[in-house]
Structures are given as C-alpha cells and as structure tokens.
C-alpha cells in the first residue's frame, strides 16, 4: 500500500480528563493527536501510528487516513489537573499505566504494509506516555532504519506511583536512548533528572512553559527561544505537543535550530488560545 508519506509518527492516543479549576472537560488527548494537527498543516506527508482498544478514537484526528491504529486490549487514560486557571504552567497529572507496548512485529506488518524502508521515510517521531511503551527491542528495531529519530523524552521518565500518580525518574536505558536520537524534547524540570545522562551527540530543546525554551545543539551551541506572549489562555493541554511538532515540521524543512524553536514558539502560543487541538480554522 503507497501513500506519499515521510514522516512516521508512533506514540498513542488516550481518553484525556482536563480539569481547570472547578470546570471538567472530557476528549480525545495523547501526543500523536495533538501533534498530528500540526503536521496537517505544515507537514502534510506523515503516518501516526498509535495503540488503543477504541477505534473510535481516530476518527477525531484531523485525516483518519493517515492513522493506522494497533489495537490493544486496553488504552491509555490521562488527567490533567490545572488547580489554577489564573497559571496554567502548573498542573498535576495522573493516568493507569495501561500496560500495551509497541512492539516490533507490530511495526513490522504496518511498515510492511505502507513499505516504509529507508529510502522513503525521513524521519520517526517517538512520542510514549509512560515507560512501558518502547521495549528496547522496539527502539534496537527503529535504530535500523538509519534515519534521524525525534523523541518526547517525558513517557520515557515516567514510572507509576501511589493511587496512579507518575514518578519521574532517570531509567536505566537513558543513556541508550539518547544516543540513538536525533533531538529530544524535554522539559526544565525532566533535564534537571537527567543529569547523570551522556546527552554531547543530541540536540536537547527544553521548554519552560511561559518563561520561553532553551536548544542546546550537538556543536556545542545554547539559544534562548523567547515564548510569544497569549493574552488570552484557553487550553494549555497539548501546547508541548504542537511546540514539538512545529519545531519538527520546520526542521525537517531544512531551517536552522533558532528558526525552529521561534516558529514553534509562536504555533505553542496560538495552541494556547484554543481548546483542544490547534487549528488553523
């Protein structure tokens, strides 16, 4: 099966519970879904594949046919909770810890199927919620395709805790990871964990909510990226996600790192002044 296609997003999409204050809000969330409006509009060549036991849950992307869902016996649920809607940089969060990997034979029938090689990819973009959803086996797998690899580093930090809360903490395969990466995202606090990590040959972009991100470069480089101010907050679920998939889509285009990080500065903040998924219309 062809399609015109040349960047392979996996991750997952989840049932999401968004409490701001004392308002509940119910939809579709997870990395690939938020991402993957971003990628509509500015990098239109792309396949999500996501894990879930509702199929329903794709019809909500933004082109159903560019999602190829591995169905599992169980699907990822995740709250957000902003306790103050007046400062949406802090929020709590929890999930189950749905325990549905990626395995690699799984992506092995679906690149089979789309005839995903080398020569017709650019790029993966690994995007898990929790530290279950890439086995080694799955990274040792993608590595194999010698193209460059983006990863939202957090999923990887998080380890399940008390009543389903998340601890983040450094796992043994860091090291690993990162040196088969490209570039990887991650936030001030999940850099401040990391630090016993070999990170010299991986470009680090670290955001910081409404105080702007930092790109640390292989060649040594460190750019400030300022954020673009919002003076109307709606929704600040997803505004990681879409910051990553801007700054990929401009990457991937061929612009220089500061570029990157100023348009996906600039697309995180208009993601700010809506809910849900960031939209053009």
């Known amino acids: 099966m062809l399609i015109d296609m040349t960047l392979v997003l996996i991750g997952l999409v989840c049932e999401d519970l968004i409490i701001i204050g004392d308002e509940r809000y119910s939809?579709?969330?997870?990395?690939?879904?938020?991402?993957?409006?971003?990628?509509?509009?500015?990098?239109k060549d792309y396949l999500a594949i996501v894990n879930a036991s509702n199929p329903d849950l794709i019809k909500e992307f933004?082109?159903?046919?560019?999602?190829?869902?591995?169905?599992?016996?169980?699907?990822?649920?995740?709250?957000?909770?902003?306790?103050?809607?007046?400062?949406?940089?802090?929020?709590?969060?929890?999930t189950n810890f749905a325990n549905i990997p990626?395995?690699?034979?799984?992506?092995?029938?679906?690149?089979?199927?789309?005839?995903?090689?080398?020569d017709s990819i650019d790029a993966f973009v690994l995007t898990p919620l929790n530290s279950n959803d890439f086995p080694k086996e799955t990274l040792d797998y993608l590595r194999s395709f010698d193209v460059p690899i983006f990863v939202s580093l957090q999923g990887f930090l998080r380890f399940e805790g008390e009543d389903n809360s998340m601890i983040l903490k450094q796992?043994?395969?860091?090291?690993?990871?990162?040196?088969?990466?490209?570039?990887?995202?991650?936030?001030?606090?999940?850099?401040?964990?990391?630090?016993?990590?070999?990170?010299?040959?991986t470009n680090l972009v670290i955001t910081?909510?409404?105080?702007?991100?930092?790109?640390?470069?292989?060649?040594?480089?460190?750019?400030?990226?300022?954020?673009?101010?919002?003076?109307?907050?709606?929704?600040?679920?997803?505004?990681?996600?879409?910051?990553?998939?801007?700054?990929?889509s401009t990457r991937l285009n061929s612009k220089t790192l500061i570029e990157s990080g100023n348009f996906a500065s600039l697309i995180a903040s208009e993601k700010l002044k809506m809910f849900g998924p960031y939209r053009t219309e």
């Open 62 to 94: 933004p082109d159903e046919s560019k999602v190829k869902l591995i169905l599992k016996d169980n699907t990822h649920h995740f709250i957000n909770e902003y306790p103050n809607n007046n400062n949406l940089d802090i929020r709590k969060q929890s």
């Open 208 to 248: 910081n909510g409404s105080k702007g991100s930092r790109i640390l470069g292989v060649d040594g480089t460190s750019i400030k990226i300022n954020s673009v101010q919002c003076e109307n907050i709606v929704d600040a679920t997803g505004c990681g996600n879409s910051y990553m998939a801007a700054y990929i």
């Open 171 to 201: 796992s043994d395969d860091l090291d690993y990871l990162f040196s088969i990466s490209e570039t990887i995202f991650l936030d001030e606090g999940e850099f401040e964990i990391i630090n016993d990590v070999n990170f010299e040959g």
């Open 27 to 43: 939809k579709v969330g997870g990395a690939s879904y938020f991402q993957s409006f971003v990628y509509e509009k500015f990098f």
């Open 102 to 118: 990626i395995k690699k034979e799984e992506l092995k029938i679906i690149f089979d199927e789309y005839d995903i090689d080398d």
